[in-house]
């Protein structure tokens, strides 16, 4: 042991004085396992099975149709983006739920081309999370004239010109865990007259935002993760209030209509930001994200960073005291205010070393060729989790149970 | 009573030699409702509840992101639509479960629009379900050169030329119940080197479908009318096998890459209909619909489509026999083969008809400015269900009862 690892009794006190410690009483865990995952999938809320039998069985199964107007489902999408607009620093009337990330970031990258018709270039980070470099070329490929341009992020600010439309980047790196410093991007965008989209899929529910602080334009964001929504939730996007009027979604369905239950040939955009919305809502999806939602009642923003920074450093305290020492490799900046909620360590046997970290009830996650993801959720991670999954860690190691021929076999999605 | 109008006992013994008189158990219908808006809202089975109940606290909650493996999450997309390809005349491998109606609409019709480059026309019915019109006006929009021509449907065979790239029709139409002759404009198109694309959405589920034996191109449908995958169910798209490797989706998301967990920069599609895939599955609702899909086990689609047709003929006779005297006006075709299974029926105060119909337990709906829409599901709607419906609507036009100014009242969703 070292001097920057503390022992057990200590981080026990911590959580002992946590002002969100009574919120992982809100998830369901699975007893036995400390699960480091919620970047990639939130855990499930303990009101959410309650709350989607409701939709399911009264709401669908007794009142059926009536629903839409009795149970407010068609107003869902405005009512849940209303609830994540306080943790993303949005006004409510900026924020909708609707449809996949990759297919939000689609709408609102091909109206921010639309609006800057004299640019040619969506400007983008290589290796970010590959849907929105899919996306972005798929955006490209359908206006012609269009190109992505890939630049690493350090160069970013400073590559935006005057043929940028748009640069789309992802706050929270999916896999080093690296975040971008949204207000100086954002700034120089608007120096050079282009329009900014950020991907805060990795970010929302965890770390420090405040859209409307940085100025920021246009954002989408991912359901399923520390939103807790579960698995394949609907996600969201904000439009900067300012630009709702200008900007129109390619994807113009029925339910951004200005009056959708007209059924009239012509398609006027529903004013704000509900134009963004193209078919009808998933609504027992969106049952289960509202109380994913819930999970936040009563936290402030800053209490959920703060929690998040300290797990952050306590998980990089224990790596570089307990693990260094294996051949892992720090991926994710140690700073907090440069890193997100997940701390990525590399390791070239770093698949095995994953599986045997889970055979030990710790659940991270793999990205290949040799990252092992650590996800840390302020809502129910607990410092105790910390130090016992690097207690796990650095017993795989010393022990070299990764070594063990079952752990080397590879899943179909890693 | 006339003499095309039968008494209840003789419905009655119609439905005790139902075929499919037993699905309607599998369903949890509202005590004391005749439920005939299956056609917009399918009915909850009654093995929803604990399917989703099982998603949402084994799959998630229990094995949380292990379920992409282990529940077969990942394989849902193409494991829903080879649910779906026998009740449509597709191949398991030519349907694929994703996103809503329009977003799937948004793709084909941009995929086919793509692959006819020297043709500018997207041809369409007038009066089609307004999303259809949007989405089709929101891809010309994105591709310079592109526009929408709309013909009436009676001549919409005869206005395919060498200018149209494909052709977008509904095959039930929403609002009138009339089904269009697939087989015969579908050739129409092919003759003239188009593209079709049929939207069925008030389709699927109850009426004779035959895509391959029509030689179809492409089609879309919705996942919670006569499917019963629940409120804003996923939707599915078929494209035909010989043009999977040659068209392209647009909302080119990484569930339709080749190898979506290599996580590289180059969206390389996947083979086949997976390429349009877009975002991550919505697997709460996926495993709804997957429930709704139960429900037609042990069917056949020659069992449904008859049912269909005699539940309409025994509600047009109904209709005639008792209620045309007060003003209705047949609005649905009163050939089997050229209608659906909704029939639709107008009347100047249809709003308030309606109204009062539900008031007395019987549930169609409404669609402005004057129609009456009473909705057949096969697998749960009786033959009982439609006398006494007819018995009902008798009795409100009799008595006047539509006139009580409560029923005035508009709702916000109609």
Known sequence: MTTNWPDLDA???????????????RFA?????????????????????ARVADAVTRQWGTDLIASWNKHGWIEAPARLGARIAPLIGASPD????????????????AAACAARPDRSTILA????????????NGVAKMMPGRSVRTVPAAQIAAAIDQDTAVVLLTH?????????????????????????????SHSAGAVELDLNGCSVDLAIGCGYKYLNGGPGAPAFLFVARALQQTLSSPLSGWMGHAAPFDFGDEYAPAPGVRRFLCGTPPILAMSALESGLDTFDGTTLA??????RRLGDLLIAGIEARCVRHGFTLVTPRDPLAR???????????????????????????????????????????????WQAVDRLAAVMDEGAWRDPAFAERAAVT
Chains 1, 2 share one sequence.
């Open 125 to 136: 980070e290589p290796g970010n999370f590959p849907t929105d470099l899919y996306v972005a």
């Open 11 to 25: 981080v026990q006190s911590w959580d002992a004085a946590d002002p969100l410690a009574a919120c992982r009483a």
């Open 303 to 308: 209490q959920l960073v703060a929690k998040s």
């Open 340 to 386: 997100g909620s997940h701390v990525s360590i590399a390791h070239p046997h770093a698949w095995e070393i994953c599986q045997a970290l889970i055979a030990r009830g710790v659940v991270g996650d793999f990205r290949a060729p040799d990252v092992l993801r650590l996800g840390l959720t302020p809502l129910y991670t607990s410092f105790e989790d910390v």
């Open 172 to 200: 929270v790196h999916y896999k080093t865990g690296a975040m971008l410093d949204m207000a100086g991007i954002t700034a120089a965008a608007h120096r050079a007259g282009a329009l900014i989209l950020w991907d805060l």
């Open 94 to 109: 900026e924020v909708i739920v609707a449809d996949s990330t990759s297919v939000n970031l689609f709408k609102l990258l």
């Open 29 to 49: 865990l699975p007893v036995g396992t400390i699960y480091l995952d919620g970047n990639s999938l939130g855990a499930l809320p303990r009101a959410t099975a």
